[in-house]
């Protein structure tokens, strides 16, 4: 059996999450860090575990991007080491961002559905892209859509829609200003 450490190293990839503050990325790194099997499924959202300073705990927020190796095996084939990078959301810990998205291969934006794109998902999605970095979106909390809203499959459809245009334009944009900034340097 391999150790992580002998993984070769066109194996590993270094993966920043991404949202405004309280959107679930914590949450979802440390569903991540269970599904490795270093804390309990049922703690995974409630243990905060890669926000370890005291001030982010008393906070319930977080304020430093905080990095875990985790090993991803895929249908039998030699496994991938992930090092997943949970940064802040909160606007004050914008350059943690800025840091994290400087070392990353990839990023996850998580997006709560009810509350949308905010101020810090438009931030934080085009520091990604300002690195070359396309994120792979996750909506979060669409249970909420149903037992806060309250509304109906096609509603919910509806909203769901609605985060993935908004992305899309922000990312569109950013494509457009692209295409224009070759255009006008050729």
Do not use: W
Request: one cysteine or more; a positive charge; hydrophobic letters at 45%.
């Amino acid at each position: 059996k391999k150790s992580p450490v002998s993984v070769a190293p066109g194996r590993v990839r270094t993966v920043c999450v991404l949202a405004h503050v309280d959107h679930g990325k914590t949450a979802l790194s440390d569903s991540l860090v269970a599904s490795n099997g270093l804390i309990s499924a049922r703690m995974a959202g409630r243990l905060r575990f890669l926000d370890s300073r005291e001030d982010e705990m008393e906070r319930g927020i977080t304020m430093k991007a905080s990095a875990i190796a985790l090993m991803h095996r895929h249908k039998g084939k030699d496994p991938y080491i992930v090092h997943l990078l949970d940064s802040p959301g909160h606007v004050d810990f914008t350059g943690e961002v800025e840091s994290a998205l400087r070392v990353c291969d990839g990023a996850i934006l998580v997006v709560d559905v009810v509350e949308g794109v905010c101020a810090q998902t438009i931030t934080v999605l085009r520091a990604a892209l300002e690195h070359g970095i396309y994120p792979v979106l996750v909506i979060n909390k669409i249970d909420r859509l149903f037992f806060e809203l309250r509304l109906s499959a096609l509603d919910a459809f509806f909203r769901i829609r609605a985060v993935i245009e908004a992305v899309n334009v922000i990312v569109g944009v950013r494509e457009a200003e692209r295409l224009i900034r070759r255009a006008g340097m050729a």
